[in-house]
């Protein structure tokens, strides 16, 4: 008994989160391939952000270089206002009948959390390929 209630409690939580991140997806645009790519590399970065701080301790983001709680929810933080920025840009495209504007603040922030994952990959002692860094200026390019 105990084992259906948790297995019925467990699918009426993925379907609520399904369903919200369904919504919130929608809101933004739809969960495109320039979203989901930024969204990769969100995570990407804040992961190499941990293993930077928690592994190598060298972090920028606190004084020791160690993982500190406080850095790492203002991480989540500001990937989160990343996300309110599309959702914002998908409006005003609406509003002002255009479809540039949600893909321009995309990529300008896709270049961001690039250069930042190449800044973690340095902290971490590792080359940055060539053709990632002609990569990124295209991009950075794309976006102004």
Do not use: W
């Not at 409690?9 to 933004?28: D, E, F, N």
């Not at 739809?30 to 590399?41: E, N, Q, V």
């Not at 994952?117 to 991009?139: D, F, H, Q, S, T």
């Amino acid at each position: 008994m105990k084992g259906g209630y948790i297995l019925a409690l467990r699918s009426k939580l993925m379907i609520t989160a399904g369903t919200l991140m369904g919504i919130v997806s929608q809101l933004m645009g739809g969960f495109t391939s320039d979203l989901k790519t930024l969204i990769i590399l969100m995570s990407a970065d804040f992961i190499t952000g941990i293993i930077v701080a928690g592994i190598f301790k060298r972090s920028d983001k606190s004084e020791s270089g160690a993982l500190e709680s406080k850095a790492g929810f203002k991480g989540i933080t500001r990937k989160c206002m990343i996300l309110v920025f599309v959702l914002c840009a998908h409006r005003l495209d609406i509003a002002a009948g255009t479809s540039c504007i949600r893909s321009a603040v995309i990529a300008a922030y896709i270049v961001n959390e690039m250069v930042s994952l190449i800044e973690n990959a340095g902290l971490m002692g590792l080359p940055v390929p060539e053709i990632l860094k002609k990569a990124i200026e295209a991009l950075r390019n794309n976006s102004k």
